[in-house]
């Protein structure tokens, strides 16, 4: 095909799309009142305004909006379809063309006779105009709306849409019902609030809920809205559009309430509702509002937030092996979250006024840690030990406070105690002299030149003073040393050098082994506090075993060394509790398995009674243990512990048996009936048999000439009415007489254990001191208090549970643990399960 022949199409092409052009320009101009129109009635929905109006004026601009419609669109209804000439107008106008070639090529020859002649050049003078027409133009689409719309209405129009449509609240279908409804309007749902104040976690209180129906009921009442201080009021406003709290000062009756200003948070949007949180630090009149309509208000009173308290409970001691003894005592209302304690130097020195020297006040006071057994308890007591026998202030009048912290940062402070900090005594005349030395360089650090040459002169002639090779080095380290001191640094760490030299001939490495199981054992008591997982648990019970075996074997070997060279005897086996190194390994193996179970208090009063038996420990005692008879009385209160544990598995089958008037219907409601008191009558016979025990064991204790405890005849009644609720199909009542019975023979069973120690206690005549004198202080071989008063009353042998009886107490846990998961406990089993398992941790 020719080049014109492909030039037709393309004109023709450009020709429809220039009529396209030329109606849409027409169509866009004739459809600007349209368009306004459709705008402003957009406008007057989404803003809400035209829903708002009362139906007289909603329904006269919905005609007018009509209206002003149908006459924006007579242009386009007038709107005139381009002719083609037109269409070839545009493009020779668009594309810059003169002379027309575009309209010339739709030019015909005339008719009539056309010679060949003719013709030929005709199609020539076709063909030249065709390819003038190869880059044609339609022009851009135009708008003649800035002419039309003079005053660019158009644009705040654009902008007060977007802001409508962003800020808006209620979506735009709703809003256009609205504004369009013929019948009445739905009455708009009232604010939907949802209050309630969450006392502090600290405080284990439950939330509060402000607007449950109960609650409502009590405020009705006049009841007064009590919670702890530093509770967060937490309030859910849906439905409103500008919800606010407002705290009045509480007044009477008739008074006027005043607003405290800067009191209360505005309210913060959460999704279609809006939510408030306020901590409550005094008392104060809430109320919340809608706008300006009061819809809720409460009086809060708070509980106060008290310091906590604490105080010594004696004087503090010092213990057989040197260490600082402080029995203390401290409670707070929520909970103690720790104590710590702060020594200074007292101005009174051996009954006069100032320090002999200033190089004390070089050194920072001792630090004297105090770990409580449990987290935040609300009353502890307790006995901390610490050695501060290494420090440069030993020997020195010292003035001791403790200082408590509760759960929120508060303190409180004890009495200052006044005391000499203890010191210890060396008996080897190379360490006796090291630390006379030391105490003169603490005194006067300045003065360094008598110290050196008193140390010069141990060195001259170290013979019968030094029998080893490693003391006489680090004597004459340490006296380079001093003679090269250039600041205090250097000196304290020369005093300290010291100490370790004179410990190191006095003991040898057992100081050193002493100090690592005491880190160790640190860290397993914050491990066993703060829940840490059993891997943790079982590692540093092994570093535990480990250092407590090497501090046992250098403890024999100085033992050793001492016999050897005379300076101390072996001590006669005496009379009195004993420890063996297989008794602590099993000590150790009871604290892992009581971690392990859960039992963490229990691992944790273990732990400490292990530190009190270390604490003692002295090399060259003895490692033998005497056996012990057993008493009637004791016998007896093994007896009574099987009876309190048959009554226990006789209450837990009780809960088993179905409440009270629960049955079928039917025939199944007769079989039910008679399984049941078929299982009740059962378990009224095994009730009967626990009561004729406790009947024999009273007999018996008559006989042998002691006093049962007016207890055990409340609990034998209980019994008795516990045995015929069972007859009668009575399962609350039994339960009830059952847990009273249970309680009066743990009441029995302490009372027994009292006078079984009161006469273990007797029995005990001339006990011997350390070193085989005689004692009065009423304490063991091993220093401490002998077990009849205080937190030190228990039994004087078989100190440790035995293997069954902790393997027995794991199985109930667990038993426990799993009944407490069953899915279809009811509510009063599960109760009673939670209870348990709340006494056990």
Known sequence: MSGPEKTRPYVDRKISQAGAAIVWERLWS???????????????????????????????????????????????????????PEAIRRIETASGLSHRPVAGSEDRLAEGEQDQLSTTIWQEHRTRQLRRLGQLKIGMVRSDWNSRDRYALRIPLILALFAAIVLGRTGPAALLADSVRIDAPTPQASASLDAW??????????????????????????????????????????????PRLAFYQPVSQGETPVELPGKAPAAKPTGEAFQIEAKLTRPVTARV??????????????????????????????????????????????????????????????????IAGNGVFLFDPPEFPIALKRAAPK?????????????????????????????????AESDVKSFKLPEREFQVPLAKALIEQRKALVMNPDERKPVVDMLEALLVWPEGLVDRSGPLVAIGTVTSRIRNA??????????????????????????????????????????????????????????????????????????QR?????????????????????????????????????????????????????????????????????????QMLNELSEMMRRQQQLMDDTTRLPEDGEMGEGEQ????????????????????????????????????????????????RSMDGAADALRGSERGRALSEQGEALSRLREGAQSMARELMQQQGMGQQGTQGRHGEARGDDRDPLGRPMPRRGEDFGPERDMLPSELAVRRAREILEMLRERANMPDLRRFERDYFDRLLRGLY
């Open 30 to 84: 004739s459809l600007y009142p349209t368009i306004m129109v459709l705008g402003f009635f957009a406008l007057a929905v989404l803003s809400g305004l035209l829903p708002a109006l009362p139906d007289w004026a909603r329904f006269g601009s919905l005609a007018i909006f009509g209206i002003a419609l149908a006459w924006s669109l007579v242009p386009v209804a007038r709107l005139v379809v381009p002719s083609r």
């Open 197 to 242: 104040i969450a006392p502090p976690g600290y405080t284990g209180r439950p939330p509060l809920m402000l607007t449950s129906p109960a609650m409502r009921e009590k405020i009705a009442q006049g009841e007064e809205i009590i919670v702890p201080e530093n509770s967060q009021l937490k309030i859910r406003v849906s439905g409103s559009k500008a």
């Open 289 to 354: 509002f809608d706008g300006e309509t009061q819809i809720a208000e409460w009086t809060v009173s708070l509980i106060p937030d008290n310091p906590p308290q604490i105080s010594f409970d004696n004087n503090p001691t010092t213990e057989a092996n040197g260490g600082l003894s402080v029995r203390w005592k401290a409670s707070d209302d929520y909970g103690i979250a720790g104590i710590e304690s702060r020594f200074e130097l007292s101005d009174i020195q051996d009954g006069e006024m100032g």
């Open 379 to 411: 009353e502890a007591t307790g006995t901390s030990v610490s050695d501060l026998t290494a420090h440069p202030w030993a020997g020195l009048t010292v003035e001791m406070r403790l200082i408590a912290r509760d759960q929120t940062g508060k303190t």
């Open 486 to 559: 250039k600041n205090e640094d250097d000196v304290r760490a020369a005093i300290d050098f010291l100490w370790q030299i004179a410990i190191s001939i006095e003991d040898g490495d057992v100081t050193n082994l002493r100090a690592e199981l005491d880190r160790i054992k640190r860290e397993l008591e914050k491990a066993l506090a703060e829940g840490a997982p059993p891997e943790k648990i079982a590692e540093l019970m092994q570093k535990l075993r480990q250092a407590m075996n090497e501090y046992l074997k250098s403890m024999a070997q100085e033992a």
């Open 562 to 634: 001492r016999m050897e060279k005379g300076g101390q005897q072996q001590r006669q086996a005496q009379q009195g509790q004993m420890v063996r190194p297989e008794d602590l390994a099993k000590m150790l193996d009871t604290i892992e398995k009581l971690a392990q179970s859960g039992a963490k208090e229990a691992a944790q009063e273990l732990l400490a009674q292990l530190d009190e038996i270390l604490r003692n420990l002295q090399p060259g005692m003895p490692g033998q243990m005497n056996a012990q008879g057993e008493t009637p009385l004791s």
């Open 669 to 716: 409601q007769m079989e039910g009936a008679q399984g049941q008191q078929g299982r009740s009558g059962e378990l009224a016979g095994q009730q009967d048999a626990l009561a004729r025990m406790l009947e024999e064991l009273m007999g018996r204790m008559g006989q042998n000439g002691l006093q049962s405890p007016p207890s055990f005849g409340e609990a034998g």
